[in-house]
């Protein structure tokens, strides 16, 4: 039987808690993640959260990150609530630990992170600081990350980084299939609207949205006109 209250006393010292996890059974160990993940994590303070994170992501991240992570988003979301800038400051994802982590991540670290957080936010700067901090620098490799979370701020930002790469119809006429699949009204006025902003008159449907020249720059560089378009 887990010892929820040895697990909470040992979070102080990350290094005998990593010790403790390692003597698990495996259905020990996965009872001690949900435990650390959904219940004690979330609630310790920040500089011990942090600790803990390091420890355990650095000794072996494809056993921990997705209960890290789940303890990450309860931290920012404790009342089910997205988090606004403010919040992401203070609960550090921006200075110390966090960043210092993601200057080392692989491939599937970086997928991770990002589909687990990416919804979250409210912001397109966030959602941008976060690509960049886990190493996407170009716009263009931030498409296929996007295109994963139904979020404004994250359909904002792809139509700016699909701007770099106006130049691959192809790929601009997938996304625009992609889009139109999932069915739902705002990934079709998102479709809609890629195929005005470029020009793709091979993408075929039953399009309501209709707009200037002038009122598609203003989308592009302005989130609240984009906002008013994606209803």
């Not at 990350?14 to 160990?29: K, R, T, V």
């Not at 303070?45 to 494809?62: A, E, I, M, S, Y």
Request: proline share 5%.
């Amino acid at each position: 039987m887990l010892d929820a209250r040895k697990l909470s006393t040992l979070l102080e010292t990350p290094e005998q808690l990593l010790a403790y996890l390692g003597e698990m059974s495996n259905a020990q160990f996965r009872n001690a993640s949900r435990v650390l993940g959904e219940r004690l994590l979330p609630s310790v303070d920040n500089d011990v959260f942090w600790q803990v994170f390091r420890t355990l992501f650095l000794c072996d991240r494809k056993a921990y990150l997705g209960t890290l992570l789940k303890a990450l988003v309860a931290r920012l979301c404790p009342k089910g609530v997205h988090p606004t800038s403010e919040v992401l400051e203070e609960v550090g994802l921006w200075t110390g630990v966090f960043p210092s982590l993601c200057q080392e991540l692989t491939d599937t670290d970086r997928k991770k992170i990002l589909l687990a957080l990416l919804p979250l936010f409210t912001s397109p700067s966030d959602a941008e600081s976060l690509l960049l901090q886990c190493g996407l620098k170009e716009s263009s490799s931030w498409i296929p990350f996007l295109l994963q979370v139904q979020s404004k701020p994250c359909y904002f930002l792809l139509l700016k980084a699909l701007r770099y790469v106006e130049h691959d119809k192809p790929l601009l006429i997938r996304t625009c299939h992609f889009l139109m699949k999932r069915g739902d009204g705002q990934s079709f006025n998102m479709a809609s609207l890629l195929r005005l902003s470029f020009g793709l008159e091979e993408v075929r449907g039953t399009f309501s949205l209709s707009l200037e020249p002038y009122q598609l720059a203003r989308i592009e560089q302005n989130y609240d006109a984009f906002l008013q378009v994606m209803v």
